[in-house]
């Protein structure tokens, strides 16, 4: 079974702060992750995916295996940052289902 | 940028009733999935669809509900006989190949059980 837990529901930031949104999973395979954002009154858009290594708006996620953790960070948290994110795992079978965390609704204060 | 789109927005239906949850996929993407999301819980797989036909389901997509790709662009959600546990947020999502990629969402329906 796959499962994606996000222990924070809430996260409180001032601008310029380093923020980091933790995400863990449980996967016997190798897994695919990704973060999603939803900004206010917006769909899900995807943010970022661990094979691509990239940097987004900033924000960059580093897949680690051992601990089984893909944590969101940023060094200096922006107000347009204020959104819900969602960590989410896909086995990467031939479905390619999404399992979702519950998300961490962060909140940068100016 | 092409998008997921999804009608309506904002279904409102009576207890009982049948309702029938619409999206247009992003044009070349082949794999189709919906999801829901009930007011302040996570997001939940529903069903995933690929070359026309239910690749995998989730113990929620139970017999009252159907997906069916009518034609080229459509991929439809119907929900037979609603009940209140149906109230949620409902999110189409496509991809266009699978192992990497990542699956585009379109703005979801608010579906309302009365």
């Known amino acids: 079974a796959q499962r994606v837990t996000q222990p924070e529901k809430l996260l409180s930031v001032f601008k310029g702060a380093p923020v980091e949104l933790k995400c863990n999973y449980s996967?016997?395979?190798?897994?695919?992750l990704f973060w999603y954002v939803q900004y206010s009154r917006q769909r899900l858009q995807l943010l970022l995916r661990?094979?691509s290594r990239e940097s987004i708006k900033g924000f960059t996620a580093d897949l680690n295996k051992g601990e089984t953790s893909f944590h969101l960070k940023k060094p200096f948290a922006q107000e347009e940052d204020s959104a819900m994110y969602y960590c989410?795992?896909?086995?990467?079978?031939?479905?390619?289902?999404?399992?979702f965390g519950k998300g961490t609704l962060l909140t940068v204060n100016p | 940028e092409p998008e997921v789109t999804q009608t309506p927005s904002h279904q409102v239906t009576q207890m009982g009733q049948e309702v029938i949850l619409r999206c247009v996929p992003i044009?070349?993407?082949?794999?189709f999935y919906w999801y829901r999301q009930i007011l302040g819980q996570k997001v939940e797989f529903l069903v995933s669809?690929?070359?026309?036909?239910?690749?995998?389901k989730s113990e929620i997509f139970d017999d009252q509900f159907s997906v069916e790709r009518p034609d080229g662009s459509n991929f439809t959600l119907k929900i037979r006989s609603t009940k209140l546990e149906d109230s949620a947020m409902y999110f189409c999502?496509?991809?266009?190949?699978?192992?990497?990629?990542?699956?585009?969402f379109g703005d979801g329906t608010r579906l309302s059980i009365l």
């Open positions: 989410a795992l896909s086995r990467g079978g031939s479905n390619y289902k999404l399992t």
């Open positions: 996967y016997s395979g190798s897994p695919e």
């Open positions: 661990h094979i």
């Open positions: 044009s070349n993407h082949l794999y």
């Open positions: 669809f690929y070359n026309n036909e239910i690749s995998e």
């Open positions: 999502a496509s991809v266009q190949t699978g192992k990497g990629q990542p699956q585009h």
